[in-house]
């Protein structure tokens, strides 16, 4: 079994300003990169993450019951039985309910309304740190799926909302140490680009606990100010966490 047998369903692989455009996973079915190989360290959440799948999609589609039984070597299908990856693409995506305008940031820190949280389907949501916002969502593009925050190096890195943590590793190219947060069957959040995380695979975490320590965007080793990669994720998709959190 393998250790982080779970994880996914979120990201496909920032560069720059947030992704990076490329995957570890290795490709099985040549271009149409319609089945990857099971790694070492690999989850069920990682994969679907790196992705941009609903983790419930690729646990039906491989006819997996536990998100845990995943085995080094496997072979996942990351598409319909008998769908390719190509026409998978063409599939309209699920309908997603409107979501009132984000109000733009500050460039200032927050202030302590920021930690009032705003519900979204039963999940309260949280700022995870107060610092300004460096980069912004940008829909449909595959460079940028979530909020680049600033703050100092070494700064607590706190959970957004309460949920259980379904990756917790550097396996994703381009996130740098990285945590999933699964906060129920719709709603994922990804912390990335952290000096050090301090809690566990399994581990369930309160709204607004300390779970790691802000870094510096991956390959920027020369950065003085730290940076966290911040996403939410709804059945899969990146969404833009501005409609979430609350106002600054």
Same mark, same amino acid.
């Given at each position: ?12 692989? *920032? ?12 490709? $099985? ?31 039906? $589609? ?17 598409? +319909? ?43 309260? $949501? ?46 994703? +190219? ?67 966490? *501005? ?6």
């Amino acid at each position: 079994m393998c250790r982080m047998a779970w994880v996914g369903l979120l990201l496909g692989v *920032m560069t720059l300003s947030g992704c990076a455009t490329g995957s570890h996973f290795d490709r $099985w079915a040549g271009h149409d990169a319609s089945a990857i190989r099971v790694r070492p360290g690999d989850t069920l959440y990682s994969i679907a993450v790196a992705n941009d799948l609903d983790w419930r999609d690729v646990a039906r $589609w491989n006819g997996i019951r536990n998100p845990r039984d995943l085995r080094a070597g496997q072979i996942l299908r990351l598409t +319909p039985p008998g769908q390719t990856a190509r026409a998978a693409a063409n599939t309209p995506p699920r309908a997603v309910p409107h979501q009132p305008s984000a109000t733009k940031p500050t460039s200032r820190s927050a202030s302590p309304r920021s930690n009032a949280s705003v519900s979204s389907q039963g999940v309260a $949501w949280q700022w995870p740190v107060n610092g300004r916002v460096l980069s912004r969502f940008i829909d449909q593009s595959k460079q940028q799926k979530g909020l680049i925050l600033a703050g100092q190096i070494g700064e607590p890195v706190r959970a957004s909302a309460a949920g259980e943590v379904v990756y917790a590793g550097n396996g994703l +190219p381009g996130y740098g140490n990285l945590l999933i947060i699964k906060h129920n069957s719709t709603w994922l959040s990804a912390y990335g680009y952290n000096r050090s995380l301090l809690v566990k695979e399994g581990q369930s975490v309160r709204a607004g606990q300390v779970v790691a320590t802000m870094g510096r965007r991956d390959g920027r080793a020369k950065d003085k100010t730290g940076s966290l990669l911040f996403q939410i994720r709804r059945d899969g998709k990146p969404v833009d966490p *501005m409609a979430y959190l609350p106002s600054r």
